[in-house]
């Protein structure tokens, strides 16, 4: 069965006989980074030691991806830095800028992840392929070669928790059985392409590829983005293994939760100094109380539409496929109705099917079969949609970069859609964007600026404004919150209960439950594309029936709690136990196949 | 992919049999028959339907169709009206030449294509890329027979290093090399044009991914960055392009194939046409365009596999 395990495993060569000494790993003094007359990083001081975890935390625009980058010895366009950064041992950045050395470190001493997986991965290359090149380029496997850089390549994948079977069906029936990773089905995985995986798992393989190269530091950049609360506890669990195999882990992160749950120590930048560093427990606020029921008290926003309410979207019966011919089913049966004014949930664990199902209200998926209805009349897909029922579903995903033009200001295509759906002229459309967008959060400043110079958050608000400005019936809102910080978050909450109280009715796909339960009357619990419960979204948060429910819930609160990382054989996508032991053992010179001869010497 | 392909085959098939009727029908379409043709000025209608009787050309051509699509069913492309030979016959003589020319072509325009396109990609912008990119926009605005002709009177006529025409070969062209170099370099002169500005658009659009930024934050060195990471995304728009210009090149550039006074496949359907050689006309046309259909056939199934994501699309 351990085809996947393989026997090397990365990691776990980090205490024992390091020619590098205990000290830092990395070490960053006196870093600066200037753009123009501004100053985006002054005098950052940091150090990541081997076997810890560091977290580098701070408000969106603080400087903590300026000064992730400057560990690899990069910099955006235009931007100077300066100061000193040594990554074991070796000079990255120093007062001219980033050294001749940095070219060494990458991959092979410190491994960047970004914040958006999705657009790491080759889309035209297997991700084995990838993973066993990464491999081969940072260590030689002598001999054995390709096969040995293969299972090099298949521990990666099982470090960073990838199981077999992510594809959608079988969850239902034989997830559970996923004990045995057999040769075979590893080999299928490794075979995939990248849109072969959902969102979360991509997230899993983006990591497997930092982790292919064998370094000894990690930078993960807001990691736990887009993970369902089963993945980011198992996410919290992998994280404390890797440290725990002496890697070093640099954490950059909002999830305050997460951050507790992994790193000890914390360093919070805010607009590019460093604002505090020491404990964890010091550094960060404490964590706010979680009740049980921590919103159950509080009245949502318009009154709870009952079930006499007029079902603004229908879904009847819905079975989509991912390949032509009804192969790769992702959705069975599903039935979903959205009242005016109502808020239906759909929550599940990646790879379950929630965008699948969006994309199909949307009219975007068009493999699929069962009735839609947009208040009472048959909505078909999307090419075939009227200007009226266009203008009367709109959607809004994740990751909304790709959907901006490059050339044009974000405000004249965000107005566009008043003009094209709704009539309106430029002017008015223009200016009712700016209205819309003030309530987000959004300067018109801001607006004027082309997508290259908005960040992930504030583009994914421009999209809200863009789906808004339609003055949609449903609402469908696929994970809108996931590059926002509290502030942000809270804003967009606040306009979706507004829009609410006009009539609108909302599908709110999402990973935070806390959010889930302020903003819904109804959640719908898919996993492996069914529905496994659904119901009064207090009533099924506070007393869940399914599997499924319970585990995303028991999962939802990290904290102290990491270790009890829920029995993982439930859950669907979880490594079950049986396969976990190589990384957990203590790690010790024999039990890492990876020893220190075989890395380059520097 | 196994699917993909046997449905893009089953695909191709039938646009084969479309294409048979539609190069039927057209040609019926063509004013005169060879009937008219053979006969001069003062041959009597009598005599002209007496031969189009001989020749089995009034009868209705529904039924010449069947009769015809039978044939290519089994290899027989037909009889030449004029020649009196095959039609397959014909084919043979033409295709070789024009093969050649073709496979040439091809062989020296993937590298330099390529080779041209990933340079000024990865210099988008820079000195390089303005230099070659005034280049090949300029030569891709010259007319092929103004390429042609200024290219043989310079190395022709001028220097005299190389041959201005094949007016005199026949047969053993395979033995002299020199024929080659100046029509392969007239079509060289376009095609390159056209494939690298494709393969360099699509260099600037991956290298700029969150992917090709990835990998060289992972510590993939440059050369095999561009090598195996851009490069099968970058050619995605060049392997569509390349089945183009194949099929061009195959279909004989009619152009190049006159000023140079080739034997190619392009002489010989216009002869053809001319002639009101109708099963020539067919059978030739029928065999490039079942050329070009094979071409994009293969051209899919590339671009499939360097994208294989468009298998979710919609």
Known sequence: ?????????????????????????????????????????????????????????????????????????????????????????????????????????????????????????????????????????????????????????????????????????????????????????????????????????????????????????????????????????????????????????????????????????????????????????????????????????????????????????????????????????????????????????????????KTVLARCLAGLHERHDGRLVLRGEPLPVLRRRTARQIRGVQYVWQEVRGSFDERRTVLEQVARTAVRLRGLPAPEAAERARRIAERLGLTPAQLTRYAAELSGGELQRAALVRALLAAPDVLVCDEITTALDATATALVTAEIARLRGRGTAVLWVGHDLALVEELADTVVILDAGSVVEAGNCRTVLASPRSGTARLLLRSRRLGAEVPAVPPEAESPEAVPPETSPPEVRPPSETDSPVHREDRPQP | MLRYTLRRCAWTVVQLAVLAVVVFALTNLLPGDAATVDFNEQAGLEQVAELRAQMGLDRPWGERLLDWAYGVAHGDLGTSLVGGGPVSGVLAASIGVTATLAAVTLLLLVPLATAVGLLTGLRAGGRTDRAVSAVTLTLTSVPDFVLALLLVAFFSLRLGWLPSTWVGVDGAWWERPELFVLPVAVLLARTVCTLSRQVRAGTIAALHSGWAVQARRLGVPRGRLVLRHVLPNAAVPGVQELARTGDQLLGGVLVVEAVFAIPGTATALVEAVQNRDVPTVQGLALALAAVACLLNLGADLVTRRLAPRTEVLR
């Open chain 1, 1 to 353: 069965m351990t085809g996947a395990t393989g026997r090397e495993q990365p990691g776990g060569d980090g205490r024992v006989g390091s020619p590098y000494g205990p000290g830092p790993l990395v070490e960053v003094r006196g870093l600066t980074a200037r753009a123009g007359t501004a100053t985006l990083l002054d005098g950052v001081d940091l150090t990541v030691t081997p076997g810890t975890a560091t977290a580098l935390v701070g408000p969106s625009g603080s400087g903590k991806t300026t000064a992730a980058l400057a560990l690899l010895g990069e910099a955006a366009p235009g931007v100077r830095l300066a100061g000193s950064v040594r990554v074991g041992g070796v000079a990255v950045v120093d007062d001219d800028g980033p050294a001749a050395g940095a070219a060494d470190v990458r991959g092979r001493l410190l491994a960047y992840m970004p914040q958006h997986p999705a657009h790491a991965l080759n889309p035209a290359r297997r991700i084995g392929a990838v993973l066993t090149e990464l491999a081969r380029l940072h260590r030689p496997f002598g001999t054995g070669g390709r096969s040995a850089a293969e299972a090099y390549a298949a521990g990666a994948l099982h470090t960073a928790g990838l199981t077999p079977d992510p594809g959608g069906k079988g969850m239902d029936g034989g997830g559970e059985q996923g004990g045995g990773v057999s040769a075979a089905e590893g080999r299928a995985l490794r075979r995939r392409f990248p849109h072969q995986f959902s969102g979360g798992q991509r997230q899993r393989v983006a990591l497997a590829q930092a982790l292919a190269c064998g370094p000894r530091v990690l930078v993960l950049d807001e990691p736990s983005t887009g993970l369902d609360t089963v993945a980011r506890a198992r996410l919290a669990g992998q994280l404390n293994r890797l440290v725990a195999d002496g890697f070093g882990v640099l954490l950059l992160s909002h999830d305050h939760d997460l951050v507790r749950a992994v790193a000890p120590r914390t360093v919070l930048l805010d607009r590019g100094r460093v604002a505090d560093t020491g404990a964890t427990a010091d550094v960060l606020p404490p964590p706010r109380p979680a009740p049980q029921r921590p919103y159950t008290d509080r009245p949502l926003p318009p009154p709870a539409a009952g079930d006499t309410a007029v079902p603004a979207l229908v879904a009847h019966g819905l079975t989509a496929w991912l390949r032509t011919g009804r192969r790769g089913a992702v959705l069975h049966d599903v039935s979903v109705t959205v009242p005016e004014g109502g808020c239906v949930a759909v929550v599940g664990p990646s790879g379950s099917g």
